[in-house]
């Protein structure tokens, strides 16, 4: 048993890979809560002999190190990958941009592009054979919506949900226009632009937390992956442990 650890700024996530297929069992935690106290907690009763960690989060990532007492390994651009990495600094690229690229040129090939919809909104980009050519870093949806909240007198906090018009009727309505229709025009802008200078026709994919949301209103977004963060966890850490052994 192997247990996918996916520590991202806003939650660390759990999942296990038996034989090759994730399971149905899930933990989550806020990143900001993370203890012994509170792994403790989300992991009793699961057994698993080895784990791999993908964490964007140095402070986290030491304390799930050396917490687990299983065989860990550390995703990083010095971990055996499915890709190669032809980026100019590959040290800077986070272990989350990895295992997404790993996961969507395993399981879609390449030419490839991968929205993660997260606290950011990342886009990383692979080739046709298979390799990690760069990306695209953008606020998250919840930081233009905070920060309307926080930065104004009289604009209030909102969830995000599809709005029935273009036209806001409402304080409200107007913002979540601008959340999510706005928010639209931003994704699909920096995808032409990517398209261009990538040769092929790529797949483009989507995962996390507002992917479905957002990507409902885009034709060039053909698959939605919600489990593709810990696919790729998955791949970059079954592929270091048979090199170790």
């Given at each position: ?6 520590n ?16 149905s069992?899930?933990a ?11 792994l ?12 791999t ?23 990083s ?10 980026y ?10 990895l ?8 399981l ?51 969830q ?5 018009s273009a ?64 696919k790729?966890?998955q ?9 170790s052994?």
């Amino acid at each position: 048993m192997h247990l996918l650890i996916d520590n991202s700024n806003t939650r660390t996530k759990f999942a296990l890979d038996h034989d090759g297929e994730l399971s149905s069992w899930r933990a989550a935690i806020p990143t900001a809560d993370l203890s012994s106290e509170a792994l403790t907690e989300a992991l009793k009763g699961q057994k698993f002999t080895h784990a791999t960690i993908c964490s964007v989060v140095p402070d986290a990532a030491s304390l799930l190190t050396e917490f687990l007492p299983a065989q860990t390994h550390l995703i990083s651009h010095q971990s055996h990958l499915p890709i190669t990495i032809d980026y100019p600094r590959p040290e800077q690229i986070g272990a989350d941009r990895l295992a997404n690229a790993a996961a969507a040129f395993q399981l879609h090939q390449g030419p490839a592009i991968v929205i993660d919809f997260g606290t950011a909104v990342t886009f990383d980009v692979i080739s046709e054979k298979g390799s990690y050519l760069g990306g695209v870093i953008a606020p998250g949806t919840a930081s233009l919506r905070n920060y309307l909240h926080t930065k104004t007198a009289l604009l209030p906090a909102i969830q995000l949900e599809e709005p029935s018009s273009a036209i806001g009727k409402s304080t409200e309505e107007a913002m979540q226009v601008g959340a999510v229709i706005g928010y639209r025009g931003l994704i699909s802008g920096i995808l032409t632009a990517v398209r261009t200078e990538l040769s092929g026709q790529p797949t483009v994919i989507a995962t996390g937390g507002d992917a479905a949301l957002i990507s409902s209103g885009l034709e060039s977004i053909k698959i939605l992956d919600h489990d593709l963060t810990l696919k790729g966890i998955q791949a970059i850490g079954r592929t270091n442990f048979e090199f170790s052994q």
